[in-house]
């Protein structure tokens, strides 16, 4: 699969605007400002492919990419403070209905930023997608913040803060150093190849 050739396909503010499925979707969600944007720019190998902000709450819209024979597809960061109630709903429906939908969602990448405990909202998106039965993996994103020791220490917390810890696939990321940039490719490469046996 040449990840490089991946191209934006579409942004939609509201669910009932997404079109139905055509195609697998590989989707990432984590929280703003928790690194999505530069995961997916890391992964695609492009530098702007997804828009990257200091701002957080940034991407409020589900962002399609289009990547061979599947889409690539970049939910709006969930749990930043500073939005409107009315905001905060809108984003909510958007993410919901996405993954409530009767869509062809191979995978959801979780992204939880390695430095910290998963926050509130981290866990109720695992038990959420533990509870639809959606196949996740959870990626640890800012590896490169940590030294040897606080990352075995997290990596050790991890095992207690995750619901199902146990049954979890999680993958330590750095958008800086590349680390973990295989591993998901590989994912990808995986769950799209067995979508055409």
């Known amino acids: 699969m040449n990840f490089n050739n991946a191209q934006f396909s579409a942004s939609y503010g509201k669910f009932n605007q997404i079109p139905a499925s055509d ?62 109630k009315a905001e905060k709903l809108r984003w909510a429906g958007l993410i919901e209905g996405y993954l409530h939908a009767d869509r062809e969602l191979g995978l959801v990448f979780q992204l939880v930023d390695f430095r910290h405990p998963p926050t509130a909202d981290d866990i109720m998106m695992i038990n959420f997608l533990i509870d639809s039965e959606i196949p996740f993996v959870v990626v640890l994103t800012k590896a490169d913040k940590l030294k040897k020791t606080q990352r075995e220490a997290r990596l050790a917390a991890l095992q207690s803060e995750l619901p199902c810890a146990d049954q979890i696939t999680v993958i330590p990321f750095s958008a800086e150093t590349g680390e973990g940039v295989e591993e998901i490719r590989e994912i990808i490469e995986d769950i799209s190849a067995e979508e055409w046996q």
């Open 23 to 84: 195609r697998l979707e590989i989707a990432f969600s984590g929280r703003s400002n928790v690194g999505k944007s530069s995961l997916i720019n890391k992964i695609l190998g492009r530098k702007s492919l997804a828009r990257v902000s200091a701002t957080p709450g940034k991407t409020a819209t589900i962002n399609f990419y289009t990547l061979e024979n599947i889409h690539i597809v970049d939910l709006p960061g969930y749990g930043y403070a500073k939005v409107s």
